[in-house]
């Protein structure tokens, strides 16, 4: 596609509830990041893949998140049994390759959460 | 550094004047140095990148300047636009790892 694609763009849920969040990447991307921005803060770094694997999982704040790549294309993040702490933007980015140089991020617009 | 749990700070600006906003990394075997521009409801954009054997790069109307001796990266916007409003985000790059700065947000006043 012409740009990193998340959906849904906003996402009201119960305490307690499941929640899964996607991201298209740019075709062609062989690296996805996932990151949680609260609101008037910074990006909080969650994971990345490098193709469908992630090689470091120690950013996902605990055991309630989870998030998966296939096809070295789509990518959902998972979030269970929701707090209201976890109400933030999800942003999904992607880069070409992920290597030092040249590492460009595109990111999607980000999935607004919000926990009741 | 990774910002979490921080506010962001703010810089204010007239309309038509130069910006700068500062940028204080954290590892000195970072090599690649990245700005990002956060509007309002949408994802960061890239910017303009500079490498680590440069001291500095222009683009249009912007310019980043490095200075490795105290890891310290500037973003200069010219001639200040109300479209310029924004959060802008460094990020630097080493060892296959991108860090993101805790960002700034840019008030154009009219």
């Not at chain 2, 749990?5 to 204010?12: A, K, R, W, Y």
């Amino acid at each position: 596609g012409a740009g990193v694609s998340q959906s849904p763009s906003n996402k009201v849920t119960e305490k307690g509830k499941d929640v899964e969040l996607r991201c298209d990447p740019i075709s062609g991307h062989t690296a996805l990041y996932w990151y949680r921005q609260r609101l008037g803060q910074g990006l909080e770094f969650l994971i990345y893949f490098q193709g469908n694997s992630a090689p470091d999982k120690s950013g996902l704040p605990s055991d309630r998140f989870s998030a998966e790549r296939t096809g070295e294309s789509v990518s959902t993040l998972t979030i269970q049994r929701t707090q209201q702490e976890d109400s933030a933007v999800y942003l999904c980015a992607s880069s070409l390759v992920f290597a030092t140089e040249q590492n460009i991020q595109y990111f999607g617009a980000g999935t607004r959460l919000s926990v009741l | 550094g990774e910002s979490v749990g921080l506010h962001l700070p703010t810089l204010s600006v007239q309309e038509g004047d130069n910006s700068i906003i500062n940028c204080a990394y954290s590892n000195s075997a970072s090599d690649y140095f990245i700005w990002y521009k956060q509007e309002s409801g949408k994802g960061p954009q890239f910017i303009i990148d500079i490498r680590s054997n440069m001291d500095k790069r222009q683009g249009q109307r912007v310019t980043v300047l490095l200075n490795k001796t105290v890891k310290h990266l500037s973003l200069q916007i010219a001639a200040t636009q109300p479209g310029d409003s924004a959060v802008y985000f460094c990020a630097e790059i080493g060892g296959f790892k991108t860090i993101f700065g805790a960002g700034t947000r840019l008030f154009v006043k009219a």
